[in-house]
């Protein structure tokens, strides 16, 4: 499964350079591929929920392998594309299928014990950083002016290898009961948003906090660049030295640390103290005086975030029975796609109307105050508990 999440990854991350000047190839304004990152996060808000309920109810192995059959159809989409339109769909039905990111983590919830699921968790972690590692730096060196279609055909490539090894290779971890009776609806964060009794629940909290650290994270992302431009003449090369510095401590952090800090301190404080490292970061990039002290600012943004996705995912996974794994990580993961939304949004009107460093400040106070409804509002469970 951590292979299979690696080249599913690596492949996504083939795109990422070279989407926005194939977009404009097609004659695409900047507003127009801006929606193109609109447009995934969409599909993924929509469909993470749902894929995760399939997997519930059908098993994780044929949900996994028809996302990454349909990853293949999205690269070839693009690699093939003759107009505007096809490039949106692209990256719709990427956004479906990356949605499986879902099931996932529901696979290891079934195979592993609930006191370890969080060590499991953040090495998966370690392989959507590797991907995006290793994704884009691929997609630079096969971006050509005479082949733009390269990059996408070579992921299109890499998916169907890495359908072949999943269909081979992965075995299923979760056998569904059979129970007769009616279907059961299927799950939607619309319908859990106007029911006052969800934000009552554990889970509820944890959409929460998925959504608010998601606002922050991506607030930060999509504005660091023009921040770090007009504050220090940074150019796309020094923010591309600081997003790798910023993979590379994710990837440290959730395979080496994060096991050992839930092993100490729980999955509650683990995640309380990864948002209060976050809050204190962007608050840090907001008012540092000079360029180079960013990189030390990196390990804060970095590890807050390698700590708080394997203890979140992990608290969901343990308020969650075997038959709701895949629909709750879901829920929880549509939330942050709806934070991925929102907070690009919000970040790029402060950024014009107020200063450039308004989008930091205001990611700062976000994730502080997602830490203090953390720590009021969710439970630590027994080691055991979840099972």
Request: glycine share 12%; hydrophobic share 55%.
């Amino acid at each position: 499964m951590w292979f299979t999440l690696f080249l599913d990854l690596v492949s996504f991350g083939i795109v990422i350079p070279v989407l926005p000047f194939y977009a404009t190839h097609f004659g695409a304004a900047a507003w127009m591929v801006t929606l193109l990152s609109t447009g995934y996060s969409a599909a993924q808000f929509v469909m993470a929920p749902v894929l995760g309920r399939l997997s519930d109810r059908h098993g994780r192995r044929p949900v996994m392998l028809i996302s990454i059959a349909g990853s293949v159809a999205a690269m070839l989409t693009l690699g093939f594309a003759q107009a505007l339109w096809m490039v949106f769909l692209a990256r719709i039905i990427s956004g479906v299928c990356n949605a499986n990111v879902s099931t996932a983590h529901a696979y290891v919830a079934d195979r592993v014990p609930p006191s370890q699921r969080a060590r499991y968790m953040g090495m998966m972690g370690t392989a959507v950083g590797l991907g995006f590692i290793f994704g884009p730096s691929i997609g630079g060196l096969l971006s050509r002016p005479d082949h733009p279609e390269l990059p996408f055909l070579v992921g299109a490539g890499l998916s169907a290898l890495n359908w072949l090894m999943a269909y081979f290779w992965l075995p299923e971890s979760h056998r569904p009961s059979r129970v007769a009776g009616p279907a059961a609806p299927r799950p939607s964060l619309l319908r859990a948003l106007g029911q006052a009794e969800f934000w009552r629940t554990q889970l509820g909290v944890l959409v929460l906090v998925s959504f608010g650290f998601f606002i922050a994270f991506a607030a930060m992302e999509s504005t660091f660049a023009l921040y770090t431009e007009a504050a220090f003449a940074w150019t796309a090369k020094e923010t591309g030295k600081f997003f790798s510095l910023v993979g590379v401590v994710i990837v440290i952090v959730q395979g080496l640390v994060v096991g050992r800090a839930v092993s100490s301190f729980g999955e509650r404080r683990t995640m309380i103290a990864g948002l209060c490292a976050l809050g204190i970061g962007f608050g840090a990039a907001a008012v540092v005086p000079y360029g180079w002290m960013l990189p030390i600012v990196a390990v804060f943004i970095a590890g807050g975030n390698g700590l708080i996705m394997p203890s979140l995912n992990a608290l969901i996974s343990r308020n969650s029975t075997s038959e709701t794994q895949g629909m709750n990580i879901g829920l929880t993961q549509s939330g942050g796609a709806l934070g991925r939304i929102i907070g690009p949004m919000i970040a790029g009107g402060m950024f014009e109307m107020v200063t450039p460093a308004a989008p930091m400040a205001s990611a700062a106070a976000v994730a502080l105050a997602v830490a203090v409804v953390a720590l009021l509002m969710i439970r630590e469970l027994r080691p055991d508990a979840g099972r």
